[in-house]
């Protein structure tokens, strides 16, 4: 394993740490008020890691997939290119598929599209508004 993603990695789980210890849950969803294509991850592990796995599923349905992309990478050297390759494009295909489908349904609670209520769409409005003076 390449030792110098180490540091990568830890800063990143404590940057998530530190904003699920402020209540600010997922950073795009916060800023934007739009869910990203993993939008219930981590609540999908948590439930895994509680044993359950049908909210793991509810959560989101590919919460299964992470580790398998982990382990691709770790053996990408052993691997064709093509078919690493082909990996990686399905898998983004899937989440892009995944997505779609959970923000088309009106009945999904996990996906959301709210953007006039957060950050982003608000700092815009004050710089319209301004700019209209």
Not at 26 to 44: E, T, V
Not at 53 to 60: L, N, P, S, T
Not at 99 to 119: C, G, N
């Amino acid at each position: 394993m390449d030792r110098s993603l180490v540091p990568a990695a830890a800063g990143t789980v404590l940057f998530y740490v530190v904003l699920a210890r402020a209540g600010i849950g997922c950073p795009i969803r916060f800023l934007s008020g739009i869910s990203c294509a993993g939008c219930g991850m981590s609540r999908a592990w948590l439930s895994l890691l509680r044993g359950d796995f049908a909210a793991a599923a509810f959560y989101h349905p590919l919460f299964w997939l992470p580790p398998l992309a982990v382990l691709v990478w770790l053996l990408r050297g052993l691997l064709p290119r093509k078919l690493a390759a082909c990996l990686a494009w399905t898998a983004c295909a899937l989440f892009l598929a995944v997505y779609a489908w959970r923000m088309a349904d009106p009945e999904d609670s996990i996906v959301v599209f709210h953007p006039e209520s957060r950050l982003l769409f608000r700092s815009w409005r004050t710089v319209l508004r301004f700019l209209k003076k």
